[in-house]
Structure formats: structure tokens, C-alpha cells
């Protein structure tokens, strides 16, 4: 779960890493009362959760309260990379003499996480990466002995960060990783870290994402998710317990375990075709769980066939069967539904099935044998063949 910027700085702030003096509006008219109190030269930072919003338009300057409220006008309602803004953290300009760039994110190689470092910053860190190879250093941290001084003298010294700096960005860093520890994050930056023209070192920006397996044990954190950035299909697949992921195909997956989701759009792509979504409905799949997936797949208008791949363990073929029977009486299904049921009952699935399609006259079910003449068959009535 990746937090709102001004929810990262608070917790940011909480623990002693230095930020901006800021408040969250919602009206155009809060932006100008806020800006006032914050002496009229502020930043207006759109709340919305993608990266490069500076560069989209989605922060902006101004020098008086009354020059904040003209650009907040403009500014609520405005999409940038498909998300609305509906939210402006207002906080007072800093004047930068120079930015920088201090995260950390996991690496999986080794089996640890990435402290990244760098004497430049504000841009991507892969432009950092490209432009000024000089001034970015990296080291791996392993959670088990945790992150040692010397890893952050060599990060200092390899990205030639000027000595003066020194001090306080290794407060911050160490700073930073307590926060990743402690929040069970999976990513945290500051970008940019931003030295003032006085001489302070400050945070201007802050990524928090929270490691969604962990945030069970984080209710005040898992309390901040913003479910107006949540897609709406995937909120109410959420709330149901089903692991939905929207994508931009046309192809709707339903199958068992992630494994065999993943293993089935693969599939989809080798036969030149687009799965529309991720949709697994774990082990042991019930049939009331199946006519849901059904209706969630069917919330998404680019869906032109739906594929059920099902490898039966502890999830009972018959069971999947009677779940989209179910699913085919109560509601309207106007897209063909290509099945492949393997597995643990499989015979009375199939049966079960069958029986259907002869007592209702239904030509819009497909019952393959493998997966890959479902991808297939899935693949051709997608393109309308
Ligand atoms: P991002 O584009 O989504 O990463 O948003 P940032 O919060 O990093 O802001 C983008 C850029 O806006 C920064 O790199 C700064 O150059 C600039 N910026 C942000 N806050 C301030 C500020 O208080 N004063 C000034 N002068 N520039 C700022
Ligand atoms: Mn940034």
C-alpha cells in the first residue's frame, strides 16, 4: 500500500526526519486560508499516488494566498496519469540550494533491502542512474545485522556527497530505516532531500509503501488507505477476500492459486492475446466465490470472453462447476466463458457442466481439456473469430 505523501511526511516528522511546514486541503478556498497562515509563499502538491507529478504539472508555486486559491481552482479536478486530484497538501515554499536523493527499497538478489544514495536528486532514479553514474552509490543491508555506519560512509563517499552534508544525512538515513523497519515498508524515499539556501536539510518529498502482507499488523497504517485511488473493481474484490488486479486486455482470468493465474496469462500472451485482469480465487474455492469472481470480471467493459482455468487440489472441480451454474441462472452473462477444469472431481465438473449446456441450449460455454486449448480458444473468440 503506497501512502499519500503528507501521510508519509507525518509519520516522517514523527520519528524526527525534518519536513516542510504543510496542511492538507480538499477546497480551493482551504488552500487560500492555509497559505495565509503559512505566510502566502507556499507549494501546492497534488495528493495523488504516482510518481513524477512535478513534471505532469501536478506542483505548483505560488508567491500569495491569493495566487494559491487562483491555482488550486485550476488545480482540483485535474488528472494526471489517470488519477483525479482531489487533494492539496499546501506547504511553505523552501528556498533549495541544491536536491538530493536518499531510499531504500527491497532487493530481492539478497534477500535484504537497498540503501540508494545520491548527491543529485529530483529526477527518477533512473535518470540519476544514467546522467550522473558519479553521484549515486548503493549497498545491500541485511536485516538480520542490520544497516552499520560504515555501509553509510561508503553510500556518502562513493556518490560524492560533499562532506558538509555528512552529519545529518546519515542521521536521516538512519532515520529512514528504522521507518522502513518499524512500518514493515517495502519502499521509503525522500526525493528530493533537499539542502535550503540557510543551510538545512529537509525533506521536500516522501514515498512510504507498506508491505501489504504486513499491514495486519498495522491497523493505524492500513487506516490511511485512500480507497478513492483504489480501483473500484479491485475495492470490492478486496473487501469479497479475492486477489483482483485490473490490466488492459479484453480477456477475463479466473483461476486457482497465483501460480496458475500467472501460468494462464502467460499463456494468453503466447497466443498473441490480453488478459484483462488477475483474478485468483485461492485454494479451496467455494461456488459462492466463483459466481462472485464472475460478476466482479463482469464490471470491466473491455471484457470480451472470460477464461476459467482450474487445476483442482483442495479446490473441488464439481464445486467450481456449480458456481458458475449458479452464475449463469442469476445473472446475465453476455460474454463466452471457455473452461478448463483438472483435478480433484473433475468428471463430475465436466458432467455437471454438460448437463447444463444440453438442458439450457447454451452454446456460450467452452469445455477445453488443457490450458493451453483454453489460451487458445479464448484467444480466438477475443478477436472474434
Ligand atoms: P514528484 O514530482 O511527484 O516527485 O514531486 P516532488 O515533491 O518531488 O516535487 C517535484 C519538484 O518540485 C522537486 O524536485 C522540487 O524541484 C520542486 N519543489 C517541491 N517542493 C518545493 C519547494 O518547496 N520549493 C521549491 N522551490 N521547489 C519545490
Ligand atoms: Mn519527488
Request: proline content about 3%; glycine content about 10%.
Amino acid at each position: 500500500m503506497r501512502l499519500h505523501e503528507y501521510q508519509a511526511k507525518q509519520i516522517f516528522r514523527q520519528h524526527g526526519i525534518p519536513t516542510a511546514r504543510g496542511e492538507l486541503a480538499l477546497t480551493p478556498e482551504q488552500v487560500k486560508e492555509i497559505a495565509e497562515k503559512l505566510g502566502g509563499k507556499v507549494v501546492l502538491k497534488s495528493q495523488v499516488l504516482v510518481g513524477g507529478r512535478g513534471k505532469a504539472g501536478g506542483i505548483k508555486l505560488a508567491n500569495s494566498a491569493d495566487e494559491a486559491y487562483e491555482l488550486a481552482k485550476q488545480m482540483f479536478g485535474m488528472v494526471i496519469k489517470g488519477h483525479k486530484v482531489e487533494k492539496l497538501y499546501v506547504e511553505e515554499q523552501l528556498e533549495i540550494e541544491r536536491e538530493m536523493y536518499v531510499g531504500f527499497t527491497i532487493d530481492r538478489a539478497s534477500k535484504g533491502f537497498a540503501l540508494i544514495v545520491s548527491s543529485v536528486g529530483g529526477m527518477d532514479i533512473e535518470e540519476i542512474a544514467a546522467k550522473h553514474p558519479d553521484r549515486i552509490a548503493r549497498v545491500t543491508v541485511d536485516p538480520i545485522y542490520g544497516l552499520w555506519d560504515y555501509q553509510i560512509r561508503e553510500v556518502l563517499y562513493k556518490s560524492n556527497m560533499p562532506k558538509e552534508y555528512h552529519r545529518e544525512v546519515t542521521r536521516i538515513i538512519k532515520t529512514l530505516y528504522s521507518i522502513l523497519v518499524h512500518n514493515e515498508a517495502e519502499l521509503t524515499e525522500i526525493n528530493p532531500l533537499v539542502v535550503t539556501k540557510d543551510g538545512k536539510i529537509i525533506a521536500a518529498d516522501a514515498r512510504l509503501n507498506i508491505d501489504d502482507n504486513a499491514l495486519y499488523r498495522h491497523p493505524e497504517l492500513k487506516e490511511l488507505k485512500d480507497y478513492t485511488e483504489v480501483d473500484q473493481t479491485e475495492r470490492i474484490a478486496e473487501e469479497k477476500g479475492l486477489n483482483f488486479v485490473k490490466l488492459d486486455g479484453n480477456i477475463g482470468v479466473i483461476a486457482n492459486g497465483a501460480g496458475m493465474s500467472m501460468a494462464t496469462m502467460d499463456l494468453i500472451y503466447l497466443e498473441g492475446g490480453k488478459p484483462a485482469n488477475f483474478l485468483d480465487v485461492g485454494g479451496g474455492a467455494s461456488s459462492e466465490v466463483v459466481k462472485e469472481a464472475v460478476s466482479i470480471i463482469l464490471m470491466d467493459e473491455n471484457v470480451k470472453v472470460i477464461f476459467m482455468n482450474i487445476f483442482g487440489g483442495i479446490t473441488r472441480c464439481d464445486e467450481v462447476a456449480r458456481g458458475l451454474i449458479t452464475a449463469f441462472s442469476e445473472m446475465e452473462i453476455p460474454v463466452p466463458v471457455v473452461l478448463r477444469l483438472a483435478g480433484t472431481n473433475e468428471e463430475e465438473g465436466r458432467k455437471l457442466i454438460e448437463e447444463f449446456i444440453r438442458e439450457k441450449g447454451i452454446e456460450s460455454i467452452f469445455l477445453v481439456e488443457t490450458m493451453e486449448e483454453g489460451a487458445k480458444k479464448a484467444v480466438e473468440l477475443a478477436k472474434g473469430v
